[in-house]
């Protein structure tokens, strides 16, 4: 049972139920053969019709959960992450290449390189997290998540 605050304060509970219906298999088949057939491109709109099936069968309090997010956001997120993982790869195919006559320079360079992937995955699960929350409503109110994704990786750090 969820705790939801109600009017003056005074806690309502309220039943979380996931309501089961039919159609999960062919909304999987159909999104395994049209990224099959897209060479992995349907993979965001996939995404995107699964969470919606997943949330609407979520009931709490006896209403549904509603996604609200597009294909065309995390295609675009993908795009971002990409542009972001092709020049730090590259710097460090470069500098990798640059410093074999050193082992310890090249271990030095591949150690900052995994920790730099490693931070970048934390952001990426933060980040993911916001957006999720922030396209799910429940009778038209939306969630959230507040913070700093760098205060976030800091704690995980740490």
Same mark, same amino acid.
């Given at each position: 049972?969820?705790?939801?605050?109600?009017?003056?304060?005074? !806690?309502? @509970?309220?039943?979380?139920?996931?309501?089961?219906? $039919?159609?999960? *298999?062919?909304? &999987?088949?159909?999104?395994? =053969?049209?990224? &099959?057939?897209?060479? /992995?491109?349907?993979?965001?709109?996939?995404?995107?019709? &699964?969470?919606?099936?997943?949330?609407?069968?979520?009931?709490?309090?006896?209403?549904?959960?509603?996604?609200?997010?597009?294909?065309?956001?995390?295609?675009?997120?993908?795009?971002?992450?990409?542009?972001?993982?092709? !020049? &730090?790869?590259?710097?460090?195919?470069?500098? @990798?290449?640059?410093?074999?006559?050193? !082992?310890?320079?090249?271990?030095? *360079? $591949?150690?900052? %390189?995994?920790?730099?992937?490693?931070? =970048?995955?934390?952001?990426?699960?933060?980040?993911?997290?916001?957006?999720?929350?922030?396209?799910?409503?429940?009778?038209?109110? %939306?969630? /959230?998540?507040?913070?700093?994704?760098?205060? %976030?990786?800091?704690?995980?750090?740490?």
């Amino acid at each position: 049972m969820a705790e939801i605050t109600g009017v003056m304060g005074a !806690p309502v @509970h309220e039943r979380v139920a996931y309501e089961g219906r $039919q159609g999960l *298999v062919g909304l &999987l088949s159909k999104n395994f =053969f049209l990224t &099959l057939f897209t060479i /992995g491109i349907y993979r965001f709109w996939a995404a995107t019709r &699964l969470r919606r099936f997943l949330w609407s069968n979520i009931r709490v309090g006896g209403d549904g959960l509603e996604y609200t997010g597009t294909g065309r956001e995390l295609f675009l997120g993908f795009l971002v992450a990409l542009a972001v993982l092709a !020049p &730090l790869s590259i710097v460090y195919i470069v500098v @990798h290449r640059l410093s074999l006559g050193s !082992p310890v320079l090249a271990a030095s *360079v $591949q150690g900052v %390189y995994f920790l730099a992937l490693f931070i =970048f995955m934390q952001v990426a699960l933060f980040r993911s997290r916001r957006y999720r929350l922030s396209r799910t409503t429940w009778r038209g109110i %939306y969630a /959230g998540q507040t913070g700093s994704t760098w205060h %976030y990786c800091g704690l995980f750090l740490g």
